[in-house]
Structures are given as structure tokens and as C-alpha cells.
């Protein structure tokens, strides 16, 4: 047959799936920056300079005031970006063209993988529904989607070092696969799978019983050694960055994950598992409540995904008993091989043994799906040998509907107004799509029509931590205060473990000229993340305001030497406070001048402009202005 004397060349097969997956996200490369790509990415400074990378690599992945809350730390990611940025110059095609070569190399890497594990034919179809499927293009036209590419790459190449080597585990592929593991898991948390996918490769290539186990750790445990001190050079400095091993943000708006069964709820999202792998049609960027509904009982929906998830376990039990895989050998093991790693590799965000960051990505599938591709390439080959002709029509269809349906979606995080437009027009009345309204109509300057959209988005998302704080930020910036002071103290009661509202609440007391509620709010803060570099300018200002100039004076000295100076309107007012209380006008002078010349809200201005009057007399604020 003409298929199987193409197959035959290897190089020539990994060459042209990896054609296919370079084709179909080239429109890919003229994208911009979208959404989370101005967090990370465009509006962190801190990976931007050669000089302040290497601190941003030892910092929380997500910048600014929710980093720890977000329990994320991805150093692996972190360097890249930073090094891509200077590179380009913050270029964004480079960022993308990155991301496309990526997911090019992470296509042959599934390729060969599952070469080693199967026929030819199995591989090859697999490899190519993995290359063009729709569900991948989050991971892959969105450029923080580079660390599922860099994590399941490097997750990849661990794997195929171990099924290529003996039996018996040597040193060399041990350290190396230790090492790959490491840093995969520095790109993105889902690569702390490994251990138990490296056993499954070895389950599923021969015939493990208890009476094995022995004999098999005798073989393996260099290995594992090498992951456990792997996965320790990456757990011991994130415990210290964030606090926390585990995320300890739940799901937006899935707050009620905690008090409920969730099986209730994770049946639905399995629905959509099956859903999204086999009719693409209906993607999103977000499966937040208003779009996967937080389940309190059995529906349709939840029992239809929970006999689903059944179905397919059963299916991989009775596949499991058949032949072992094995390069050249179309085993039906090769299905349950591949719905037990997608079962395996997506557990970190399954939120079935802890409540994890999401409900469902389509980004967090990207890994998962190389099980799925596995499976699906079995299925087409064993099609094949019934029936070649119509086989070969059908994963031709498959391949280029698939592949219209990504080259059409890749556009969706061209930036930020297409991303959103897709978003609301898919799905109105999520939650997130009246978040995102609410911040189009608040830069609009439609402040009634955004503040109708948020109290809709904070209904549909329990009041969530994430959204009353954000939006607390954005009412911030547009100076109103009262309801944003309103949304932090409710953030506060719900979750007094998280450190953003308190800072919030003193900054807002500051600007108030209540500086024994700043103080306290402060305290609070500093007690959950003490590496805030406002919060204790805003302690020692607290002092000084209240005639406490000596504590004032301690208090900026500790802030100056953990934190360093910033240009705080808080932090000039202490220093006019001191010089005052030393009798040194010149430096109180210069100390409000700065103040005022800081970025101030108009209450901070008010603030400072009273101080200076009360000091100095109308006729300097006026002198000042006239300059």
C-alpha cells in the first residue's frame, strides 16, 4: 500500500506532520498581545532588562498583587519570556512564531513517542489529529500558552529517554530524565504527572502484578530517585516564593466546590472533555459558572457526563487486558493506554482530590490530549485494516475540517478586543463576559453601563475573590473609592488568608487620611506576604501623621532596607513629617513638592495639598501650581 511505503522513510513521516503543524497556526504569527499576554508578558517589567531577570525567574509568575495569590511560579516560562522580550524588543511575532515551533516540535515529539508504542500507521494518525485539533489552539496562538508547549516538550523528551533505554535504569538517561523533569515542571505545574506516566509506559509495554513490584523497583529506582529530586528542586524554592505547594485560589466563581459534592459537577465537565475532543465546534476561553454551571444535584447534563467517564473506563479496563504495546503492534491496550494518561496527566486541574485553578481550559488539555491522540490513532488504524480506502477519506476529512476549524479560531487572540468580542458573542451571560464588558464599557468611560455588568459578573461568580478584588482595583484607578472600599471589606471576611484586599483597603485609608486604619490594614497585609513595597511606606506615613516620628522613623529605615525607596506620595509625606519634626522646612518642602509630583488620585492631591497649605500657607501650594 502506498500509506505503508510512506511510512516506512521516518524521517520523511516527522517531517511532513511536522509541515501540518506548522501550516495550520501560521496565521497564527501575526497575533498580538491578548489578555493575559499584558499581565505576564507586555506590562511586566521585571523580564524586560537583562538586570531584572534573574529576580523575576525567583518571582511569582503572575506579577503585582495577585502573585501569591494565584500560587503560580513557573521559572522555566519566566526565563523564556524575559529572554524572548529582550530579543525582540517586545516584537509579539516573534513571541508567536516561538509558540508555533513549538507546538511543530511537540507534534514529532508525539509522533515518535508513539512510534515506540504502537504500528506505524496508529502514530502517524494520532500524531496528525494532535497537530491540527482545535482544542489546542489556547496553548497555541495565545502566547502565555507557551508554558503548556515548553512543559509537554520537555515532559515528551523525558519519556521517550526512559522507553528507549534498557530495562534496567541506568545513571546517565536517570539524571537526564531527573533534569527534564525539573524544568518541565518550572514551565507548567502539569508536568508533576511524570512519575506515574513513567509507570505507565512500563505497565504498558509488559505485564505488571504485585508479585512484580519488587523485581520492578529493583530495576526502576534510579529513576524515580532522579524524579523525586527532581520534583524537590522545584517544591522546596516554590514553598518559599508563594507560600504554598497547591494553588489556594479555587475555580472563578466555584467557590461552592468546597461545600457540595463535586462529583455532581465534575461529570458535566467530563461531558465536555468528550465534547471538545470529538466535535470542536463550540470553543471558549472561558468555562467559568454562566458556561459549565456549578452543578447541586443530578441533571441530564451531569449523568450523561458521568456515564460517559464510565463508559470510557470500562472501555480502557477491557483494552488493558489485551497485548502489550509495542513498536510495529496496533495492541487495543493502546486505548486504554491513552485514556488513562489523559486521566493521569489532567488530575492536577481535575478538582477531583483538591479544587484546582479552573473548571476546564481547553489551554490544560494540551498535555492530556496526547493520550487522546494515542487512542484516536489506534481507533483509525485499526479502521484501516478493515476498510483502507474509506480510513484514509476519513482521517483525511477529519484532518483538514480540523484544520479549517484552528486556522479560523487562531485569529480569536489576535489582542484583546478580538479575544473579548469572540468571548461575549459565544457566551453573553457568563460570568467573564460581563467582567470583560464591564472593563470595555469602565475605558469607554461608560461608568453606569460597566457598573451594571459587574454586579451582574460578581452575582454570577459568587462574589469570587479574584473579581470583587479586580474589579476593586479598576474602581480604584477610576478614583471611586466607596465602592471599592465596599467590595474589599467582603473580600476581606471571605478569604482573610489572601493579602490583596487588606493592602488595598490601606491604600484607599491612605488616600482617606485615616491613617490608623491604613496602619492596621497594612499590618494585616504584611503578616499574609511581607515583600509588599507600599505597605510599610504606608506604616511609617501612618506614624508620622499621628506624631509617632520616632516609630516613623524606625519604620521607614526597615521599609527602606527590605523593600527600598519608591516614588509613594506616602513615602514623601513621612519624609516631610521627619524634616518638619526636626524643624528642617527646606527638606519638608521639597519632600511635598515630590509628593505632589508623584502620580496622585485627585484625594491623595487633596491630601497632600492640605498638608502643605497647613504647613506652609496657601501661597506656596498656588507658587507651585504657577510653576
Excluded at 254 to 267: N, Q
Excluded at 447 to 469: G, W
Excluded at 603 to 616: E, I, L, M, T, W
Aim: glycine share 8%; with cysteine; hydrophobic share 55%.
Amino acid at each position: 500500500m502506498r500509506l505503508d511505503a510512506f511510512l516506512r522513510n521516518r524521517k520523511r513521516v516527522v517531517l511532513a506532520v511536522a509541515i501540518v503543524a506548522g501550516l495550520v497556526y501560521a496565521n497564527a504569527v501575526p497575533n498580538r498581545f491578548a489578555y493575559d499576554d499584558h499581565h505576564i508578558i507586555a506590562n511586566n517589567s521585571a523580564i524586560q532588562s537583562i538586570e531584572t531577570l534573574p529576580s523575576a525567574i525567583f518571582a511569582p509568575y503572575w506579577p503585582g498583587v495577585y502573585g501569591r495569590e494565584n500560587g503560580l511560579w513557573r521559572p522555566t516560562t519566566q526565563a523564556l519570556f524575559g529572554v524572548q522580550w529582550i530579543v525582540s524588543r517586545g516584537a509579539p511575532w516573534l513571541f508567536h512564531l516561538v509558540n508555533v515551533l513549538a507546538h511543530v516540535a511537540v507534534t514529532s515529539l508525539v509522533l515518535l513517542l508513539l512510534w515506540e508504542l504502537m504500528s506505524m500507521r496508529a502514530a502517524f494518525f494520532g500524531a496528525l489529529v494532535f497537530a491540527i485539533h482545535p482544542v489546542h489552539v489556547e496553548a497555541v496562538a495565545n502566547l502565555v500558552g507557551l508554558s503548556e508547549l515548553v512543559s509537554t516538550g520537555l515532559f515528551l523528551m523525558a519519556c521517550l529517554v526512559h522507553v528507549r533505554g534498557p530495562p534496567e535504569s541506568r545513571w546517565r538517561d536517570a539524571v537526564l530524565i531527573g533534569l527534564l523533569y525539573a524544568v518541565a515542571f518550572g514551565a507548567k505545574e502539569g508536568a508533576a504527572t511524570l512519575p506515574a506516566i513513567i509507570f505507565l509506559l512500563d505497565a504498558s509495554r509488559g505485564r505488571l502484578t504485585f508479585a512484580d513490584l519488587l523485581r520492578y523497583l529493583r530495576e526502576r529506582w534510579r529513576v524515580y530517585a532522579a524524579l523525586i529530586i527532581g520534583a524537590a528542586l522545584m517544591l522546596i524554592p516554590r514553598l518559599g516564593i508563594l507560600g504554598t505547594i497547591a494553588n489556594p485560589l479555587g475555580p472563578l466563581g466555584a467557590d461552592l466546590l468546597l461545600e457540595v459534592p463535586r462529583i455532581w459537577t465534575i461529570s458535566e465537565v467530563w461531558g465536555n472533555y468528550v465534547r471538545l475532543w470529538v466535535l470542536p465546534l463550540d470553543l471558549s476561553s472561558d468555562y467559568a459558572p454562566g458556561v459549565i454551571p456549578i452543578s447541586i444535584g443530578w441533571k441530564l447534563a451531569n449523568s450523561v457526563g458521568a456515564a460517559l467517564a464510565l463508559a470510557l473506563l470500562a472501555a480502557a479496563l477491557i483494552a488493558w487486558r489485551r497485548a502489550p504495546m509495542r513498536s510495529g503492534l496496533n495492541s487495543p491496550r493502546a486505548a486504554g493506554f491513552g485514556v488513562v494518561w489523559f486521566m493521569l496527566t489532567l488530575s492536577p486541574v481535575a478538582n477531583v482530590f483538591f479544587v484546582a485553578g479552573v473548571l476546564l481550559a481547553e489551554r490544560t488539555l494540551y498535555l492530556p490530549s496526547v493520550g487522546l491522540a494515542a487512542a484516536t490513532g489506534w481507533l483509525f488504524a485499526r479502521f484501516y485494516v478493515a476498510r483502507p480506502k474509506v480510513a484514509l477519506v476519513t482521517v483525511g476529512l477529519v484532518v483538514l475540517l480540523g484544520s479549517a476549524r484552528t486556522w479560523e479560531r487562531n485569529p480569536t487572540w489576535k489582542d484583546n478586543p478580538a479575544m473579548l468580542n469572540a468571548l461575549v458573542a459565544d457566551f453573553p451571560h457568563s460570568g467573564r463576559s460581563q467582567w470583560v464588558l464591564g472593563d470595555a464599557f469602565m475605558d469607554r468611560g461608560l461608568t453606569k453601563q460597566a457598573l451594571q455588568s459587574y454586579r451582574i459578573a460578581v452575582d454570577l461568580l459568587d462574589a469570587h475573590y479574584q473579581i470583587t478584588t479586580d474589579v476593586a482595583q479598576t474602581l480604584i484607578r477610576h478614583e471611586m473609592l466607596e465602592g471599592a472600599e465596599g467590595l474589599l471589606r467582603h473580600a476581606w471576611r471571605r478569604e482573610p488568608g489572601f493579602a490583596v484586599a487588606p493592602a488595598l483597603l490601606a491604600e484607599i485609608y491612605s488616600e482617606w487620611n485615616e491613617p490608623e486604619l491604613a496602619e492596621r490594614f497594612s499590618r494585616l497585609s504584611l503578616m499574609i506576604d511581607d515583600r509588599d513595597p507600599l505597605r510599610p511606606h504606608i506604616i511609617s506615613w501612618s506614624l508620622a501623621a499621628r506624631g509617632r516620628f520616632a516609630e516613623a522613623a524606625s519604620a521607614r529605615e526597615s521599609a527602606l532596607q527590605a523593600q527600598g525607596m519608591g516614588n509613594y506620595w506616602q513615602q514623601w509625606l513621612t519624609m516631610a513629617y521627619l524634616g518638619l519634626a526636626e524643624g528642617d522646612s527646606v527638606s519638608a518642602r521639597t519632600a511635598l513638592d515630590a509628593a505632589l509630583a508623584a502620580e496622585l488620585s485627585g484625594r491623595a492631591r487633596v491630601h497632600v495639598d492640605s498638608v502643605k497649605v497647613a504647613v506652609f500657607g496657601r501661597a506656596a501650594v498656588d507658587s507651585l501650581v504657577a510653576n
